[in-house]
Every structure is written in C-alpha cells, then in structure tokens.
C-alpha cells in the first residue's frame, strides 16, 4: 500500500501520529470561537477557515454545516458517512498534489487551546478488560476473582458528564469519606489513594430512538471514533463507598480525554479478531454474537502510560513510562458494549461517549492504573530517578498515549491525554 | 396566616395542587414551540404570553430573557432569589386583585403537551431511605441488611439523563439478560420483574465550579425545586448485572419526571427537622453536618403510589392505591445529598437531576416500590378488584402524587407522575 504525502512535511514524518491517513476529529478555539479542525501533522486544520475561503464547496450543504458548528455532534448525527467524506476533501486539500496550499487553514498544535469535541450527553465507563477485572478482583476477593456475570454481561455503569476534561486540565486532589479497615469510623479530608485508569473512548454518532435496541451487525454505524480517557479514580473513596451501587464521589471529580477523535476509518487497517476466549468460556449471548464482529471487532491499538513527577520537572528530566498496554486485550468488543448499552432500547445519543474501563494486559508490565501495578500499594513502583510510588502524588502528571503500527501501514496515532494533579 | 385569592376560581379550590401559593414551574408546548409556565388551578400561566403582552416588565432584563427560552435552565442559573422575583410577579397577575384578566395568558392543562423542564445535563440517583435501605438489603442479606457506610454516606450513583421522561410518556418493557437461581446461563428477553421505584426529584439551580465543594449551609441556595420521579427498575436484570458497578441497563431504559417543579419556597410552611437518628446512629461528619438543617431540612410531603391495570381500565374502574408514603422518611436531606455530591469538587450544573432513591416508610403499607410491597414476589398484592401483582404487567398504569397539608395553610401539590407499560 502506497502511502499518502502530504504538503505539510511534518505529516509526512514516519513517527507523526498525524499522517494524511489518520486526519482526525477535535475541536479547538481560534479568534475566540470554537472551531472544528482536523489534525495533519503538527498542524489543525482549521475546517471553518476552509468552509470561510470556499475550499470545501463540494461537500453537501449539511455536512457543510455542521462543520461550522461549535461541537462534533451535528456531524456525528449525520452518520459515519459524513465523516468519511469530510475525510476525503480534507485529504485533497492536503495532499502534495493539491494546489491549495493556503497556509490561512493552519493552525499550530503547540499553541492552539483544545477543547471537549462534543457536547456530551452522558458518558457510560464498561469493564471490559478481564484481566483488569480479575487483577481487581483479586484484591478484593483471592478465592473468586471474576464475578459469574462477568463472561455473559459487558458490565458497564454511568459516569458523570460535567467532569469530562480535555487534555492538559490540571486535576485537584479530591476530598472524600475514607476509613482505614481498623477505624471505627470514615473521616473526610482529601484522599491518599490517587490512581489513573488507562481507558480508551469511544463517541456514539448516530443515535437510537427510545425503545429500539441497535443490532451487533450495525454497531459500528453508531460509532464515530475513539480517545484515550484517563478516568482518575480515588482507591480510599472508591472501597469506602462503592457498595452497594457502585462508584461515584470516586470517579466524577476529573476524567480527562485526548482531545482527537480517531475514525474507524482510519484504524481499519489495524482491526483484529476479537479476543479469543478461553477453553470453557461461554459463547456470548446471540445478540452480541456477530461473526463479522468476532472476525475483526478487535483494535491492535498499542497504549502506553507515563508519569512526570514534579522532581522530574524540576530536573527537566523526561516522563518515566510505567506500562505499555494494547486495547486488544478487551473480553468486549466496542460493538458488543454498544449494542449491550441500547439492547433495553436505551437512547443513545450523538455526542455520547462510552469508554472502555481500565485495559490491562496479562502481564506485569501492561497494567493500566496504579491499583494493580503496585498491588494496592504493597509493591511501590520505582521510577527511574529512585522516587516510588504507591498512588499518585501532588504534581505528578499522568500521559497516556496510544498508537497502531504496523509493516506496510502509516502510523496512526491518538496523541497525548496529560493531566497533572494540584493539591487538595 | 390568610389564604390568597386568584381571578382563577380552581385555584381557589382547597383540593387543587396549584393554589397562588404554590405556582411551580413547568414547560409545555404552545404554537408548536416550548413556552415556561406556571400552572395555576387547572390552568398553566403561559410566562412567553405575559412577555409579550407586556405584563411582566417589571421583571429584570436578565430574568426576562430567560423566562423565554426553552427550558429552565436560564433561570435556574440565576438563582433562588431570580425564580421568588417571577413567582412573585405571577401572584400578583393571578391575584383577585389584579385589573388584569386576561385569557390570553392562560391554557388549560388538561390539553398542554409537557415537556421535560430542563436540559438535564447530569441525572443522580441517590438511596437515601434507610427503610428502604433495610428492606432491600433484608432481601439480599438477611443477617445484615444495612452496608456500614450506610449512616455515614448519601449512597449515590449516577443515572441516564437520555431516558429521563415526562409524565405520561409510555414505557417499553425492557429486554436485558436475566439468569434464574438454578439456570446454567442467562437468556435474553423482556423483563419479568417490572417495577417503578417512588423517589423525589430536586433539580440544581446555581451550579459550582469544578473543583470547589459546596458548604452544606449554602445547599439550599443551589436547589430550585422539586417534582416526583419514577425511577422504573427491572429487577431480574438488576440482579443479575449490579455486581460490580451497580445498576445499569435495569434502571437506565426510562425514568419518569412530574412536569411541574415546586419551589423550595412554596414548601416553606412544610419543612420539619431532619429524620430523628436512632440511638447509636454516628453524629453526620462536620462537612454534613449543620444546624439548621437538622432542624428544618426535611420537608412533610406525602406520597401516593396508584395502578390502573388493563382489566381496571377496560371496566371503567378508579386506579388503586397501593401504598402512602412521606418524603419525612428521608435518612439524609437534600442539602446533605447535594453538598456530598459536590464536596469532592464534581461540578453541579444548572437543570442537573438528582433523586431521592425510594422512598419507603417504616410501616407494609408505606413502601416505595412492589419488591418491597410482594417481598420479591412471595406475597402478592391484591388489587380491589381481585386481580394479584408480584410486579408490573403490560397495560399497568403507574401514578404517583405528592402533596402537603397542613392547617392553617393552602394544600401545596406535585401534580401527577403517570406512565402505562407496554409490552417489551
């Protein structure tokens, strides 16, 4: 496959997250309004800009405007193939044989200030990685790690909308109830047991109508693109007040997303089966058994988390990786957590966003948050400067990146989802 | 203290829920577009007329304008003091000594379409009836019905705001996996245990910035009002999905919302103290804890749950009572469900949903949902007319009303919560 050049050189560059192959989705603020852009390179390209200087007249007039809107979700309700097709033109316009090259529709990365992509409606977290589940489980159960729904159910459960952060917010130190398993009773100050979870996020475009379940085999016409999330979760809070209806004060202080949304069409080259179960593992119910899912409902998306603590900063040292993980080890594919979310005929909504929960791989090494990698603490986590770490510190930054590789293929890439924590 | 008198005679009515003491605010549909009411008698104070027609110039500039959108949302971002400034307004228009007397203001209720009354960014359920606590977790642990963090923590999750719904809207039975006790494997298929939980709904006015708690003395002043929920639940599925992260695709298929929100300051005359804790029971955590709140921050506001079944509906009979309850049963208030929400800095936004959980009694006879009423099943409920339900039927009409009575005062009223189920 002959690869795409671009008259932006640096998208050109085989380590580019942003080839002319990938040319995601985000929003960003430019003369003081929001704008759609997509990214190229170290560049955005400015989608408004384009629309003002007549560069995009083949679209349709829908399309059109929907791309002057402030957020994605009038271009999500259109479908993924209105997204394909700003792709292509966008493309044209980039491509080195182009006689466009109007650097008015640039923007630099470096100095734009991102924001969320979408007005989001709700925001939905599964758990569909099973090792994480089981490593978690673990923990708290030796005997019986994995719960008896967990193979039949993707167990999923609503987060909280207003919190969701781009990339770069700084996250404050949450206050909460925790009680130490010897004291008679919780007190309230900011939690101890700070932890990232390395997610990846999924935005619904079309929706459902109330009442109407979306079968597995359409799935993915509901899905625009995905994000890495980062879903800051306090250890201490989260023990102390999830039973019996699970995580809240724990989860909806801060969750922070990288501010691109990355097309299906731009990851086909890197689908996959779906994980493969194991002997005895059930097969999944019929209604999310679609053997085209099963075939290549998977992502071989390569994620990897660092952290940059405040010596390190102060030491202009570079951030430290802690774990390389890949999405491929999710039990559920995103179709299977979509059609599962509206089989009770759920509404889902253009803008939605679902993630996956915490993708942890089999081993040491691929674990997606500090809970696992240090077990709850008892096994601290040496970075390379000689600082340990048992759960996140004042002034560390978390950074999560995600990318797919492979021979014969353009790198894509989803960029950076940081986010540093302030004091409580 | 001496009654109010409106031009309107229904409103003079000591049986009617909307007397010029109580005037709540609502949304319905008038020359096809949504309009701000108030409801009145049996009519609704059409607040867009009264703009156009002049007679509400005395209103702020601020307060107009948001007194013509859409939603609430306008005006609940301005504050308690904005929504006593309209109430006021309108009394004074509704009053029988207003000159003005004009029909263009009004519309009947009975034929208003009502809309939801806000844009519900986030919807947070919480569990705050410690009867209802006991009685649900008898059922599941019958040695220790009450979790230890019970009495220390608002026990929250977050809902769906997409399925929320206004009264009246139709209710499809939801399919979802369910596995029986002694079955190898789920299936999937329409729920067999169809219930509605009877909660009380309190929406955000002013919201928090991110990061910043609110202190449990200001609460109050970030709640607009309140109305009846219908949070319906299928609890076949709820059983088998909750583990580990809650409820989900049981409760997230439809919640249904009485169109009309009462006014903290209309409740007034009905507040109480906080729930008498039982001897041993922990002192609230200071951030939890305020005097005047204890002492008025419960509101005696009675509950009705009524069912029209099919077979009542096609004789012509009157729905049945089934169960009185009060919202007095409330462990935790709703300044201390607002101000633990917030308290870890989440940030509250102007329409934002939060309910009570079901609000059940201490007697049989005062519980808030049909597993607790047949005990899962065991011991069935007889309808008046011969006719038994473990849980809901198709053609089941569910109806809930709340009001306050109290002498020396006008009767203030909720409206109705009504939805029929349809078959799955």
């Given at each position: ?194 932890d990232y979870e390395l997610e990846m996020g999924f935005f619904v ?220």
């Amino acid at each position: 496959m002959s690869e795409l050049r671009s008259w932006i050189a640096e998208a050109n560059d085989p380590a580019t997250d942003f080839p002319l192959e990938n040319l995601p989705f985000g929003v960003f603020r430019r003369h003081g309004k929001p704008h759609i852009g997509m990214a190229i390179g170290d560049s955005i390209l400015d989608l408004h800009a384009c629309l003002d200087l007549g560069y995009l007249d083949q679209l349709s007039r829908p399309i059109r405007d929907a791309c002057r809107q402030p957020t994605l979700n009038a271009l999500m309700t259109l479908g993924r193939t209105a997204a394909h097709a700003v792709r292509e033109a966008a493309a044209i316009l980039l491509s080195e044989h182009s006689k466009v090259r109007d650097e008015r529709l640039l923007v630099p990365q470096a100095t734009a200030e991102m924001l969320l992509p979408a007005r989001i409606g709700d925001y939905t977290d599964f758990y569909a990685s099973i090792y994480h589940a089981t490593n978690v489980g673990r923990l708290f159960r030796p005997d019986n790690p994995l719960l008896p729904n967990y193979k039949y159910v993707p167990i999923g459960y609503h987060g909280r909308a207003s919190s969701l952060l781009v990339s770069e917010a700084e996250v404050r130190r949450p206050h909460g109830q925790t009680k130490a398993p010897d004291a008679a009773a919780p007190t309230f100050g900011p939690s101890r047991l700070l932890d990232y979870e390395l997610e990846m996020g999924f935005f619904v475009g079309r929706g459902n109508a109330r009442g109407e379940a979306i079968p597995i085999s359409e799935a993915e016409d509901h899905l625009f693109g995905l994000c890495l999330v980062n879903d800051w979760s306090a250890r201490d809070m989260q023990a102390w007040e999830y039973q019996p209806l699970g995580p809240f004060l724990a989860k909806n202080f801060a969750t922070t997303l990288s501010p691109w949304i990355v097309t299906l069409d731009a990851l086909e080259p890197f689908r996959i089966p779906a994980l493969a179960r194991s002997e005895g593992d059930p097969v999944p119910l019929p209604y999310l058994n679609d053997p085209r899912d099963q075939a290549q409902g998977g992502f071989d998306i390569q994620l990897e988390v660092s952290i940059l603590t405040g010596q390190m900063r102060a030491a202009q040292e570079a951030p430290a990786v802690v774990s390389r993980g890949n999405l491929k080890y999710l039990y559920w594919t995103l179709a299977q957590m979509l059609t599962h979310h509206a089989s009770n005929g759920c509404p889902l909504e253009p803008g939605d966003l679902m993630a996956s929960g915490t993708v942890s791989g089999p081993e040491a090494g691929s674990f997606g948050c500090l809970l696992e990698i240090t077990q709850r603490g008892a096994h601290p986590l040496t970075l390379p400067n000689g600082e340990q770490r048992k759960f996140l510190q004042d002034g560390d930054e978390v950074i999560f990146r995600g990318w797919c590789e492979k021979p014969g293929h353009r790198r894509i890439g989803f960029g950076e989802c940081r986010g540093r924590v302030l004091p409580g």
